[in-house]
């Protein structure tokens, strides 16, 4: 049988028919395959998950087919409980496959220790804005000391106890400035007065 008498022939055309069945079957097939591999169309929402500890957190999740991982804890929030959730990602609201991972960033446990920095013959407006700059508050309460110098820092206090640079305490706690009077040795000569007596 010559070629074209071949491709004329109902052998030729139910060879043909069955390799186009056989390439719509097999594409059917994928794309079944696909769905259920890659849980087409499947949505899960994802949780509010803030303020919850890791054992809610776990639970939560487990119940959603849902896992987790812990990235990183920030800067203690008193808003927030210890060890509790604090961010995550993706976020409350979002919709994500089964089996996906939420990545959590995580309350500390409290506040981390700040190094006192040197402030002794610091102005008050320079040491506050030191301070306060590096996580510390300041009290209201000022306390004054017999010095010639007035306004200028001579000592830090914090819960009753004097503080000396290099010493740590928690972030946030409250600080009360000891301050030089301006009175000690004699009446404080301005700098109007010196230019006068030269």
């Known amino acids: 049988?010559?070629?074209?008498?071949?491709?004329g022939s109902k052998v030729f055309f139910k060879q043909l028919l069955m390799a186009f069945v056989g390439i719509v079957i097999l594409i059917v097939?994928?794309?079944?395959?696909?769905?259920?591999?890659?849980?087409?169309n499947q949505k899960i929402e994802v949780p509010n998950l803030s303020k919850l500890s890791l054992e809610e957190?776990?639970?939560?999740?487990?119940?959603?087919?849902l896992n987790w991982e812990v990235i990183?804890?920030?800067?203690?929030?008193a808003d927030y409980p210890k060890k509790s959730v604090i961010e995550q990602s993706p976020e409350a609201g979002d919709f994500v496959k089964e089996n996906r991972k939420i990545y959590l960033t995580l309350n500390p446990s409290?506040?981390?220790?700040?190094?006192?920095?040197?402030?002794?013959?610091k102005t008050k407006r320079q040491a506050v804005s030191?301070?306060?700059a590096i996580g510390f508050r300041i009290s209201a309460q000022?306390?004054?000391?017999?010095?010639?110098?007035k306004d200028v820092v001579r000592g830090l206090i914090f819960n009753g106890r004097d503080l000396k640079n290099g010493d740590k305490i928690p972030q946030d706690s409250e600080l009360?400035?000891?301050l030089g009077d301006g009175n000690e040795g004699g009446q404080q000569i301005d700098s109007l007065e010196v230019e006068n007596i030269e």
């Open 72 to 77: 990183d804890s920030a800067s203690f929030n």
């Open 130 to 132: 030191q301070l306060t």
């Open 29 to 40: 097939l994928s794309v079944f395959w696909l769905d259920f591999s890659t849980n087409h």
């Open 142 to 149: 000022e306390i004054y000391v017999n010095d010639i110098a």
């Open 176 to 178: 009360i400035l000891k």
């Open 1 to 7: 049988m010559s070629f074209f008498k071949f491709i």
């Open 110 to 121: 409290g506040f981390k220790d700040i190094v006192i920095p040197d402030f002794y013959g």
């Open 57 to 65: 957190v776990e639970q939560t999740l487990d119940d959603l087919d």
